[in-house]
């Protein structure tokens, strides 16, 4: 297997036929009204948005935009709403600073200064907004995650990864970006670099420590069996760096297993209750 580009190209056509057939199924048989979709202004939300548009009927769709004080910018909500005029979509806008605010100052001993706990709240209160809205409507929360962040833990625990159905999934950021200039997303947007927009200046690429496009490729070769020196040489990068990358895959599966538990053999009434021995 050689490690280009063009093993990431897809028939993009019949791609996009088959997640608005995935969409437009799901919905069906949840009995759900429509789908609420975290609209960033960002390249994953907008091409969820577009895909479930054209599944399910742009009526049946409502994008949120939920801006913060510290990372509200006029570019993300123009761009949002951008989208929204390309796949005739409504949107509703709602300031979440005066929530948050009220929950930083009702934590025991916060400190403001721990820049990750903070992000994760505002990750979380997205979406207690985007399923309220859900629950009030009859809808499904549309996820925007896709596979680069969700193989490496590039997500919020029920936070921007909570939702009740997820498109693009299974899907490389590079992928994403080719779908979306196949259904028609604005090239402003295909082009504008990712960030969860947790904190100002955030960008994925520098935290992430690679750019997607190299990123994918590695992701890629480790999910078809490819050794770590395999994938090194192919890419002209070094083993460690390959290495950085398997390690980060493989600890952040607890964050992919949310619903994981501890399997108990049950005993009828009145029989011993024993756990099932352990074979080491």
Not at 105 to 111: L, T, V, W
Not at 191 to 206: C, F, N, V, Y
Request: include cysteine; hydrophobic fraction near 40%.
């Amino acid at each position: 297997m050689q490690l280009t580009a063009s093993v990431l190209d897809m028939n993009w056509e019949d791609v996009e036929t088959r997640l608005e057939r995935f969409v437009r199924d799901y919905v069906r048989k949840s009995k759900s009204k429509g789908i609420v979709i975290g609209l960033s202004g960002g390249i994953d939300s907008a091409v969820i948005a577009g895909l479930c548009s054209r599944a399910i009927g742009s009526g049946r769709i409502r994008g949120l935009m939920l801006p913060e004080q510290e990372t509200k910018t006029g570019p993300d909500i123009k761009h949002g709403k951008l989208v929204a005029e390309k796949f005739h979509f409504r949107t509703e806008i709602t300031d979440i600073t005066p929530v948050l605010d009220a929950l930083y100052n009702s934590f025991p001993g916060f400190d403001p200064s721990n820049r990750l706990c903070k992000a994760n709240v505002k990750a979380r209160t997205r979406m207690i907004y985007l399923y309220y809205y859900a629950n009030k409507h009859g809808f499904l929360v549309g996820g925007s995650s896709d596979k680069s962040e969700t193989m490496m833990g590039y997500f919020t625990k029920w936070g921007d990864v909570a939702a009740d159905i997820y498109p693009i999934m299974d899907l490389f950021k590079t992928q994403v970006r080719m779908l979306a200039t196949h259904i028609g997303v604005p090239k402003t947007i295909v082009e504008k670099p990712s960030t969860p927009a947790l904190w100002p200046g955030q960008l994925a690429e520098s935290e992430l420590g690679i750019k997607y496009e190299e990123l994918d490729l590695v992701l890629y070769g480790l999910e078809h069996f490819m050794t770590t020196e395999e994938i090194a040489h192919q890419m002209d990068k070094s083993e460690s760096v390959v290495r950085r990358i398997k390690e980060r895959w493989l600890a952040a599966e607890h964050k992919r297993r949310m619903l994981l538990t501890a399997k108990l053999e049950y005993r009828t009434v009145g029989t011993d209750f024993r756990l099932p021995r352990d074979p080491t």
